[in-house]
């Protein structure tokens, strides 16, 4: 089972940027379809944004215009690039496959506050 491993979290003042990065922890053949997800204290995990092993995003409308995913094939990563942070964009960010396996990560903590 694919375990993957999403870093690059922190504490960011509004208006700020920070970039994620999400890879397997072992060796892995190839990735698909990824996605960037989020979990806010108190609500349900979401989707942020997914992009396919060819490049094709899609976008929450809460990030579109903030927020880029991209991913490096050879390397078997995938990036979240956020600028423009709000205090709404905190919560523990977790990469999955999309659509997302039953197993999850640590997630990394993105907290926005001044």
């Known amino acids: 089972q694919v375990q993957l491993v999403e870093s690059g979290g922190g504490l960011v003042q509004p208006g700020g940027s920070l970039g994620l990065s999400c890879a397997p922890s072992?060796?892995?053949?190839?990735?698909?379809?990824m996605g960037w997800y989020r979990q806010a204290p108190g609500k349900q995990r979401e989707l942020v944004a997914s992009?396919?092993?060819?490049?094709?995003?899609n976008y929450a409308d809460s990030v579109k215009g903030r927020f880029t995913i991209s991913r490096d094939n050879a390397k078997n990563t995938v990036y979240l690039q956020m600028n423009s942070l709000k205090p709404e964009d905190t919560a523990v960010y977790y990469c999955?496959?999309?659509?997302?396996?039953?197993?999850w990560g640590q997630g990394t903590q993105v907290t926005v506050s001044s």
């Open positions: 999955n496959f999309w659509p997302p396996r039953e197993s």
């Open positions: 072992g060796s892995v053949s190839r990735l698909g379809t």
């Open positions: 992009i396919t092993r060819g490049g094709s995003r």
